[in-house]
């Protein structure tokens, strides 16, 4: 500790003073100030937005840093009250947020009752607006919300008994009757910001949309963001149990996502991801929402061919049509082999309607006549290789 700068005690209190004076505090920065040229604190706090100088950076995370690790490996003996061990790892996740001894200390506060899960929630969001590509923040919000969605059941169903699965350490959804349009019915993010205000953290859905704003969030700052689109697949997954009514939800709004961000991989992969989710659940599709899966293939199949057209010379868009055409062939192979049909009238007909053959040349015949053509290099270069995917890969 004698290593540490002085200053260190005092960057830390005034971080400390800003939390206090604001609780509200909904993004976090640095500023690029290398040297302090005056006589006022380098922690800045203006409408509810906190930054920090870059000069006083350092100083404040080894003090912090150095100080928790210190009692962590038992080298300092002093007695620590829990909101002080909160604080000190507060501040090091601000700086660092790869340091998991930080956080786990946090889950061990936790886990006593000396910080609630919504206080941690409101933390790690506020993390990600400065590192929005933080593994181990995700990986600590997704144990709160394991925490939160375990308490929400237990509340909801008047019972003290563990509802964990037992699987991954991830909470069985069955129990929650999920009512999408009370989380649709919640006030949007604006300007890219993340809605951290939780006064109705009690509520199940309002803290969902919460989620889905923050990974949203994070993929808006940092392209092709494989953690936050993960986190949001998880979210569907473990906190929507995988619900038609939310996959649909979030195809119709991911759509105008993709299509301001379309170079970004990890959105058409989500998509894929709630199309192949769809495929799985096509009988309740059909059944409770009168939509065919055929349909809403042929309808992305489209969305994206539109998209080509429009942006050209884009890897990403190519690959993604790849899977929707991938994936419409199957459909039509196996509805030719399908022999769950009435008569023979309508055989033929099912046949000449899902003629995988006839496919494959509209499809060929499609990109030969329009992007082929294109006077964009890399477009043309794209056109060649997926029709030679489709005669290499597709037809048999």
């Not at 040229?37 to 930054?51: E, I, M, Q, Y």
């Not at 690790?69 to 660092?96: C, D, H, I, T």
């Not at 096509?282 to 293939?297: A, G, I, N």
């Not at 494959?360 to 030679?388: F, G, H, M, P, T």
Request: aromatic share 10%; hydrophobic share 35%.
């Amino acid at each position: 500790m004698a290593s540490v700068d002085k200053r260190g005690w005092r960057l830390f209190s005034d971080l400390n003073n800003a939390f206090r004076r604001d609780p509200e505090i909904d993004e976090f920065d640095f500023i690029p100030v290398l040297e302090p040229k005056n006589n006022r604190s380098p922690v800045v706090l203006v409408d509810h937005k906190l930054g920090l100088e870059l000069w006083c950076v350092k100083i404040l995370f080894q003090y912090a840093y150095h100080t928790l690790m210190g009692w962590r490996s038992k080298k300092s003996y002093k007695f620590m009250e829990p909101q002080e061990l909160a604080v000190l790892a507060r501040a090091v996740v601000l700086v660092n947020p790869e340091c998991y001894t930080a956080w786990n200390i946090r889950k061990e506060l936790i886990e006593l009752g000396d910080v609630s899960e919504m206080e941690d929630l409101r933390l790690s969001a506020l993390v990600l607006t400065r590192h929005p590509k933080s593994s181990e923040t995700f990986v600590h919000r997704r144990w709160v919300l394991g925490r939160f969605i375990e308490n929400h059941l237990q509340s909801s169903q008047g019972s003290t008994h563990s509802t964990g699965s037992g699987h991954d350490g991830f909470v069985s959804m069955e129990a929650i009757d999920l009512n999408l349009g009370a989380a649709q019915n919640q006030q949007p993010v604006q300007n890219g910001e993340v809605a951290l205000n939780v006064a109705a953290g009690s509520d199940y859905h309002s803290q969902m949309k919460i989620e889905i704003d923050v990974c949203r969030c994070a993929a808006e700052k940092y392209p092709c963001n494989y953690y936050a689109w993960s986190q949001r697949i998880w979210l569907i997954q473990h906190c929507y149990n995988c619900s038609t009514r939310v996959i649909l939800s979030e195809l119709q709004c991911t759509e105008s996502w993709v299509e301001k961000h379309i170079s970004d991989t990890c959105g058409f992969h989500y998509r894929q991801f709630l199309l192949n989710t769809l495929h799985a659940q096509r009988d309740q599709l059909r059944d409770q929402f009168s939509m065919q899966y055929v349909s809403l293939l042929q309808k992305e199949h489209k969305f994206v061919q539109e998209l080509i057209c429009t942006y050209p010379g884009h890897e990403a868009m190519w690959n993604h049509r790849k899977y929707v055409f991938h994936s419409l062939h199957n459909l039509y192979c196996s509805e030719c082999k399908n022999e769950d049909v009435d008569n023979e009238c309508n055989l033929k007909k099912t046949r000449l309607e899902y003629d995988q053959h006839l496919l494959e040349q509209k499809e060929i015949d499609c990109v030969q006549r329009n992007e082929l053509k294109s006077k964009d290099a890399s477009q043309k270069k794209l056109s060649q290789n997926y029709i030679d995917w489709i005669q290499r890969s597709v037809i048999k």
